[in-house]
């Protein structure tokens, strides 16, 4: 009931269950005022029904108010002892804090009370994961499964255990019960691609994924996996909305997952920034194409009077916003964005972005216009050591990798000078070192 519906009996008039009712319907519905109102008359007139404790407890956490949310559940349970239901919302409200021990505690709690509670299974094995304690979190899901074994996101959630593990074949295994159960979820056909990926069997991902373009025809990251895998029909480069939805995806763990993965790429860009200029001057005009959550503002800053950064993904810009560096942040694709600027920028720098084109030419064209005279183009791609006949190539991993000759021949095109063409490791791949160049180029 909304405030300004006219009434003519009082909520306190009313039977407590049916109010209670109404106040958890309002809550389902996202009607989250109306419901508060009727909420604090029950609370009111029963502050001692543990039902109406619990389920404001959840309205305070839906408004960001989990102090409140905590301390009312927990009356709940202290006047109820044996309220499943109540420890596992407050797990939830633990988890979505950053409390994940207290989480755990509370869906033990849960279960122990009622050892039927796949919900508690569920989030607990999905709490244990995080903390990184992957056989606890194992039998958790194993148990869950046990008891629903038709639920397919609990196979999602097993595989996601298991690929944390290493264990791929299993995880294959648990994905491809998912998909069996619910066929519609890109999110288990790209983890499946990726372990099978991962195990070297590629060509048997090649199904997985012309079954996911059947119930997903124009998805792009489908799309970009068919082409990476078959190796047929490959885009001169990654499309804006690949891209757009791999890094919004990947935004909150971006910074944590790289350092994994001995990322060098920013700081090989530093270096080269380094040595060539002075950041007691901070007087460039510099940018950061794809610059990401901002893993090289912070380095940049003393160069610069003015620090721009651009890049796809709204998700990475906001991280990139949060560490403060950058004068201004630009969602869009930096081919057209750096093609909107001529001699405006002394320094523009992309770490690790132009492994998601193919073809260069354009890009490099656009820079040398952009650059002021005397300015310095800093960037990082992989290295092939094949000879396609294009001068890069599609790797299955879904990057792009470059010749020497096509960097050098492109460059000099665009009216650029590489003054350095570097070969460097850039990361480690599934274990294996990938191997890349770092390029320094001058506009004379």
């Not at 619990?54 to 927990?74: N, P, Q, T």
């Not at 349970?77 to 044996?82: H, L, R």
């Not at 097993?158 to 979820?185: C, D, T």
């Not at 300015?375 to 092939?384: C, N, P, Q, S, Y």
Request: glycine fraction near 6%.
């Amino acid at each position: 009931m909304s405030n300004d519906e006219q009434t003519d009996f009082r909520i306190e008039d009313v039977n407590p269950e049916l109010a209670l009712s109404g106040a958890i319907r309002l809550l389902q519905t996202n009607r989250l005022d109306d419901a508060e109102r009727i909420f604090c008359v029950l609370l009111d007139n029963h502050p001692e029904v543990p039902e109406i404790l619990h389920f404001y407890g959840i309205l305070a956490h839906r408004r960001g108010k989990d102090d409140v949310a905590v301390e009312s559940i927990e009356k709940a349970i202290a006047i109820a002892p044996n309220y499943a239901d109540a420890y596992n919302n407050l797990g939830n409200i633990h988890n979505k804090a950053g409390n994940p021990e207290k989480a755990a505690d509370a869906y033990r709690r849960a279960i122990a009370l009622n050892p039927d509670n796949v919900a508690a299974y569920n989030n607990l094995g999905t709490v244990l994961k995080d903390l990184e304690r992957f056989e606890e979190a194992a039998e958790a899901f194993a148990k869950a499964i046990e008891l629903m074994p038709d639920n397919a996101e609990l196979y999602h959630n097993f595989g996601n255990v298991f690929r944390k593990q290493g264990k791929f074949a299993e995880a294959a295994q648990a994905y491809r019960r998912a998909i069996s159960l619910r066929p519609y979820r890109s999110d288990d056909y790209e983890n499946l691609c990726h372990v099978l990926y991962l195990q070297g069997l590629v060509e048997e991902a090649l199904p997985t994924i012309r079954q996911w373009l059947e119930h997903d025809p124009t998805n792009p990251l489908a799309l970009h996996r068919l082409h990476s895998y078959a190796g047929t029909d490959v885009p001169a480069r990654a499309s804006d909305d690949y891209v757009r939805m791999t890094f919004d995806g990947f935004a909150d763990s971006f910074d944590y997952v790289l350092k994994g993965l001995e990322y060098r790429a920013p700081s090989l860009v530093k270096e080269s920034v380094a040595a060539l200029y002075d950041p007691a001057r901070a007087s460039l005009e510099v940018l950061d194409a794809g610059c990401g959550t901002g893993l090289c503002g912070e380095f940049l800053r003393p160069y610069a009077q003015r620090l721009s950064g651009v890049d796809l993904s709204v998700k990475m810009l906001e991280k990139a916003k949060a560490k403060g560096q950058y004068d201004e942040l630009f969602e869009a694709e930096l081919t057209d964005f750096i093609g909107r600027h001529a001699d405006l920028f002394d320094l523009i720098i992309s770490a690790d972005t132009l492994v998601y084109f193919g073809e260069l030419s354009e890009v490099f064209d656009r820079v040398g216009r952009a650059l002021r005279r005397g300015g310095h183009f800093i960037f990082t791609v992989e290295r092939t050591e094949e000879l396609p006949a294009a001068g890069y190539k599609i790797n299955y991993h879904g990057r792009y990798s470059h010749t020497e000759d096509y960097l050098r021949r492109g460059l000099e095109a665009a009216g650029l000078v590489p003054s350095r063409i570097e070969r460097q490791m850039l990361r480690y791949e599934a274990g294996v070192p990938v191997d890349g160049f770092l390029v320094v180029a001058d506009r004379p």
